[in-house]
């Protein structure tokens, strides 16, 4: 499986280097006390088939969740269903917190 550090996927966003959908697989309610703009959100609650067909071609996606461990089992699951161009965020959105944007609040 293939993963970013929030270093590395910043770095990446600002560079404009690759086309990336970020994919964050936290619950409504997770997402209502820290988020990141411009994600694309399937609760793993919820999560279905019908996101993979949803999901650019052309471009990296990026699964993030709190930590990290939900984002590596669907990056997982993504990839055993024919998406190749799928990395996890390691550290999710709380290591995001605490090494690119510390005024995004922590939980």
């Known amino acids: 499986m293939q ?3 929030p270093r590395e996927l910043h770095q990446k966003i600002r560079s404009g280097q690759a086309q990336i959908t970020v994919l964050d697989v936290r619950e409504p309610w997770e997402t209502r006390i820290a988020r990141l ?8 609650s919820t999560f279905g088939t019908e996101i993979v067909d949803d999901l650019p071609d052309d471009r990296d996606v990026v699964v993030l969740c ?3 461990v ?3 089992m669907v990056t997982q699951w993504l990839e055993q269903n024919g998406r190749e161009r799928v990395f996890n965020l390691s550290g999710g959105i709380d290591e995001w917190s605490r090494t690119i944007d510390p005024s995004l609040p922590r939980y």
């Open 3 to 5: 993963s970013l550090t």
């Open 37 to 44: 703009e411009g994600c694309v959100f399937a609760p793993l």
């Open 66 to 68: 709190h930590h990290g």
């Open 70 to 72: 939900r984002s590596a």
